[in-house]
């Protein structure tokens, strides 16, 4: 009995660490997607459109790469290694969770690789098409199988707080979203000419790719941190649970065709969940900013102008878009503008911690991404409508300045986490409830 008791604390911690390892692979591999398939095919993808001044003899399946690789290869890989963390750590299922984790990570990685490899080299896409998308399915189902059965210990229930729909929304988008790309995978494999999918189904992938499970995702875990971060009051329940009804009615709306329908609805969501977060509201508590820049809440904040902006952008482009400016507009202050700002600062707010109570390598690079991010998207929202719609020659100009000015803050993002993760952390970590303290630290 004395033996099984020493043991316990060292099986703990063994199984922390374990974790931590699992996590850092997965935001390694998401950094690794943003960085070479997802920015940089995306830079090169522009500085071709605007040499050219079309979009039109750019192929589609390069296109659809670099969005695929933002969208499941770095955001989706960052969702499900945090998720693979934090929910695990909420239950019982830890040592599952590692064993369960290294598997759904060779399967997703293995299948966001293969979809970008097909799209961009067209070698065996009939084939490598429908195995990529079913490799990123089956990876995601391990995942889903595994944080579905978590319990919390000693608790015969738990009460489903705003926070918990919102990541529970977002789960099932997410596994609509996947399904949705098996479907598409498999109808290109069989019917199409290339392993690009045809625009009238791309559209609705788009909508609920970019604003399905990102998004939920987000409000949720703000809900989750943001009172504890930025010093906010607690999130307005009802407030939240309206924004979800209405989010879910538009990508119900754009899943059916109905994309003006679906732009309403969405730029109805944006200020209500803005409002039930409370991000125009001041904090009633000092926001804490150790270890990071002390500009971070203003950029979570100001995250939500650029939210409405694209929901703006989304109605006016399905009422009057006409060679794509106004749509690649309104998905890049989307994917850019909000979830992009939000991983930069969020994730350089929590990533360090759950890789092993680590602290961020630089607050000046964190300003420096940060600031050089939301200055690339300005420049790219502002020029894209006026180049592809109106075919404005000194908006064809800026664009290329835009892709690299973007590249340049990805490049700062990826490499202050990097340094952070390869420098050993200050002191070992150890489990205190279910969340990583540093040795000696207080219990949170």
Not at 144 to 171: C, D, N, Y
Not at 422 to 435: D, E, F, H, N, S
């Amino acid at each position: 009995m004395f033996r099984a008791r020493r043991d316990a604390p060292s099986a703990a911690a063994f199984t922390e660490a374990a974790l931590q390892r699992l996590v850092t692979v997965y935001i390694v591999t998401g950094l690794v997607f943003l960085l070479l398939p997802g920015t940089f095919l995306g830079v090169w993808n522009l500085i071709s459109i605007s040499s050219r001044h079309t979009l039109g003899q750019l192929p589609p399946a390069w296109i659809q790469a670099h969005g695929h690789a933002q969208l499941f290869g770095w955001l989706g890989t960052f969702i499900i290694g945090i998720g693979f963390y934090s929910l695990s750590k909420m239950g019982a299922t830890r040592p599952v969770a590692v064993r369960a984790g290294w598997t759904a990570w060779v399967l997703w990685s293995g299948g966001a690789a293969l979809r970008w490899a097909a799209n961009v080299s067209g070698w065996e896409w009939r084939t490598l098409l429908p195995l990529s998308a079913g490799l990123q399915l089956a990876g995601f189902l391990i995942f889903f199988a595994t944080v579905s059965r978590h319990k919390r210990s000693g608790q015969a229930a738990v009460r489903v707080e705003p926070w918990m729909k919102l990541v529970i929304a977002a789960t099932v988008s997410f596994l609509l979203a996947l399904l949705a790309n098996v479907g598409l995978a498999v109808h290109a494999s069989l019917l199409g000419e290339g392993p690009a999918i045809g625009h009238e189904l791309d559209q609705r992938f788009l909508f609920l790719s970019a604003w399905g499970f990102p998004v939920l995702a987000v409000w949720g875990f703000n809900a989750r941190w943001a009172p504890v971060f930025l010093g906010l009051k607690e999130p307005r329940s009802g407030g939240l649970m309206s924004a979800l009804v209405l989010e879910c009615g538009g990508l119900a709306a754009a899943l059916l065709g109905q994309f003006v329908w679906a732009a309403v609805l969405l730029l109805a969501a944006a200020p209500v969940a803005a409002a039930a977060l409370r991000m125009g509201e001041r904090a009633w508590k000092p926001a804490k900013t150790q270890g990071v820049s002390a500009t971070f809440p203003y950029f979570v904040r100001g995250a939500y102008l650029w939210l409405g902006v694209a929901a703006v952008l989304g109605v006016w482009a399905a009422l009057a878009d006409a060679h794509g400016g106004l749509w690649g507009a309104s998905r890049h202050a989307l994917t850019v503008g909000f979830l992009a700002t939000m991983v930069f600062a969020i994730g350089q707010r929590v990533l360090p911690a759950f890789c092993g109570m680590r602290v961020l390598y630089s607050k000046g690079l964190m300003l420096a991404s940060l600031a050089v991010l939301n200055t690339g998207c300005l420049l790219r929202v502002a020029a894209e409508i006026p180049a592809y719609e109106w075919d404005t020659l000194a908006a064809w100009k800026l664009l290329p300045v835009s892709a690299v000015t973007e590249l340049t803050a990805v490049t700062l993002f990826a490499v202050n986490l990097l340094v952070t993760l390869w420098l050993p952390p200050p002191r070992p970590a150890v489990t205190v409830g279910w969340r990583p303290q540093a040795s000696g630290a207080p219990a949170a």
